[in-house]
């Protein structure tokens, strides 16, 4: 999903999935976008002209969002566009795949997504990453009992298994028969309805999904925001959380620049590295 303020940012991590595929393999860039002009989409075709084994698709938004800005309204929030929630709409535009991959537009993938698309999914309708940031958020005394009564109130019993929504294996026929894109529409219409909390597409797909999400390796979402806020190790976040981090690190295969520091912004930061390579 993307708008005209992160076509470049899009590009950087299209040609990174581009430098890890399996040429044998067809890969396909389905572009959620509204308001790209001629010049935008040349300017992506270019990153894959030379790659002979993918394509570009672009699908205008408008027609699916016109009756969905009021519930849409939220992502106007933080650092965030109401592009955020597109990913709610995947199953009803990409209607003749099985299987989709979904990847926010400030991940670098650092090994083939195709190793990812195979998962099998079974009954799952989706499939993510637990948000490791979540976690420590729930070690820190300063912000745990909020985000445990936080979490609660989305009917969230465990806050571990919260999951990040920046990549998303999504089992179109399982989404399908859940009628989740109009469930998860109606959730978040409802929860604009309360102005103290934030309600991001993440906290609705939390809420509805919880206890049927299959979780994949650490490794394929790395949130870069939890090597940044972390300063020591031992005290910082529990052992588990921060075990199973750093050996994500130990064999990264996406990086994501998730939260309002970017590596474009920040490129002196740990992890920056990766993105400036693209």
């Not at 090994?111 to 698309?117: E, F, I, P």
């Not at 109606?186 to 797909?205: A, M, V």
């Not at 972390?230 to 588990?240: H, Y």
Request: proline share 4%; with cysteine; charged share 25%.
């Amino acid at each position: 999903s993307v708008d005209k303020n992160y076509v470049k940012y899009l590009a950087v991590s299209m040609l990174s999935v581009l430098e890890h595929a399996n040429r044998q393999k067809k890969y396909a860039f389905i572009i959620l976008e509204e308001g790209l002009n001629s010049s935008d989409k040349k300017k992506l075709l270019n990153i894959v002209k030379d790659f002979k084994f993918a394509e570009i698709k672009f699908v205008d938004v408008k027609p699916y969002i016109v009756s969905l800005k009021k519930a849409f309204i939220r992502g106007n929030t933080f650092h965030y566009t109401p592009a955020i929630y597109y990913r709610y709409l995947i199953p009803n535009i990409l209607v003749g795949f099985r299987k989709v991959l979904y990847l926010d537009c400030d991940i670098i993938l650092l090994s083939d997504v195709a190793d990812l698309y195979k998962t099998d999914l079974a009954d799952y309708p989706i499939a993510a990453v637990k948000d490791i940031e979540r976690r420590r958020w729930i070690f820190n005394p300063q912000s745990r009992e909020h985000t445990l009564k936080f979490d609660r109130s989305l009917g969230i019993v465990d806050s571990k298994n919260y999951f990040n929504s920046g990549v998303l294996l999504i089992n179109i026929e399982q989404f399908v028969k859940l009628n989740a894109s109009e469930d998860l529409i109606k959730l978040t219409e409802g929860k604009n309805k309360d102005p103290h909390e934030w309600y991001g597409d993440q906290d609705i797909l939390n809420s509805y999904f919880y206890g049927r999400v299959k979780f994949l390796p650490y490794e394929w979402n790395i949130m870069w925001v939890v090597n940044n806020r972390i300063k020591d190790w031992s005290s910082d976040i529990d052992a588990e959380s921060g075990s199973l981090y750093r050996e994500s690190l130990n064999n990264p295969k996406a990086i994501h620049y998730c939260d309002f520091e970017k590596p474009w912004n920040f490129p002196a930061l740990e992890l920056s590295s990766y993105w400036w390579k693209y």
